[in-house]
Nanobody, 111 residues
Framework: VQLQASGGGLVQAGGSLRLACAAT????????MGWYRQAPGMEREWVGN???????NITASVKGRFAMTRDNAKKTVYLQMNSLKSEDTGTYYC??????WGQGTLVTVSS
């Protein structure tokens, strides 16, 4: 399985971005998918996950601003990020359980 993340970029504080992570190499993707992020000089931080049925868990620091959805037909998970803050800056990595990772997409929020 390979994961391809996309959608990162430069955005002003208060703006929005939508990240996407597409899985290839398998006909069906049923395991949980999710996102981590890593700010410069910081530990990697779990952002949230979503199961096959669409149930999500989102970390408290972004709850209410970030939302995760999943298109099972496209084998893609999305991270909608609204009201972005400078502290959201970092590289965002998608994952698929048990241990598949995307290459990371950089999000930079300017204040």
């Amino acid at each position: 399985v390979q994961l391809q993340a996309s959608g990162g970029g430069l955005v002003q504080a208060g703006g929005s971005l939508r990240l996407a992570c597409a899985a290839t190499g398998r006909a069906f993707i049923v395991n949980d998918m999710g996102w981590y992020r890593q700010a410069p000089g910081m530990e990697r931080e779990w952002v949230g996950n979503i199961n096959f049925g669409g149930r999500t868990n989102i970390t408290a620091s972004v709850k209410g601003r970030f939302a995760m959805t999943r298109d099972n037909a496209k084998k893609t998970v999305y991270l909608q990020m609204n009201s972005l803050k400078s502290e959201d800056t970092g590289t965002y990595y998608c994952y698929l359980l048990p241990d598949y990772w995307g290459q990371g997409t950089l999000v930079t929020v300017s204040s």
